[in-house]
């Protein structure tokens, strides 16, 4: 074997996993927040010829469904203090309609900043602790007894050490069903429906904020 062409060729293949491999790393910083799932399950089984616009009552819902129809998760970014990153999501789920006010909205349902602006739909936040702010995943113009499935990409920044919470509210122990029985291709359950409404969040990139 010509070692002379060799080289070049072990070179080259080198210089383009390095890079490969730096990416990774820095994905490996989010790692507790890719694959996260907030849910809000039915209590009762899907029906197999569902009402159109139906309602049902959320399964995380008990005595008080103002106080425990919700649910919280706190999770730990990697990286230095001090260093800030970019980390791209992909937002998909199927979920109903929520208004919030006071903030951004980035593209259809990505909003930033803001409060919610509606007591009984179901509201999907995260909150990063440094920067400090707020995201919701389901924005709309309106609310109304409809379902549909979500799937987007977003970034935020997240500086190292961050904390991240994760927060679920239902605020009224009700919800609209998956009434058209709608899949979001490749993630669980598909091929089969979600009884209920769900967010799956993926991080697809991460890069450190020069």
């Known amino acids: 074997m010509n070692r002379t062409l060799l080289l070049p060729s072990l070179l080259a293949s080198a210089l383009i996993a390095i890079p490969s491999q730096a990416a990774d790393d820095l994905k490996k910083l989010a790692s507790e927040l890719d694959g996260y799932r907030y ?122 050490g961050a904390t991240l919470t994760l927060h679920g509210n239902g605020q009224n122990g009700r919800m609209i069903t998956n009434f058209s029985k709608l899949v979001v291709p490749d993630v669980a359950p598909a091929p089969q429906p979600f009884n209920g409404q769900f967010i799956q969040l993926n991080v697809v990139d991460v890069a450190e904020v020069k």
Do not use: W
Request: aromatic letters at 12%; glycine letters at 10%; charged letters at 30%.
């Open 39 to 160: 849910e809000f399950p039915c209590k009762d089984p899907m029906p197999e010829t569902p009402k159109p616009g139906a309602d049902g009552i959320s399964a995380r819902a008990t005595t008080d469904p103002a106080t425990n129809d919700k649910f919280t998760d706190v999770k730990k970014f990697g990286g230095e203090p001090g260093k800030k990153y970019k980390v791209t999501l992909r937002v998909r789920g199927v979920v109903e309609p929520m208004m919030y006010k006071d903030g951004k909205q980035e593209g259809e349902r990505f909003y930033i900043g803001g409060t919610p602006n509606n007591a009984t739909y179901n509201i999907y936040q995260l909150t990063v602790s440094s920067p400090a702010s707020h995201f919701f995943f389901n924005r709309d113009d309106k609310v109304g007894h409809r379902i549909f499935t979500i799937d987007y990409t977003a970034t935020i920044e997240v500086e190292g």
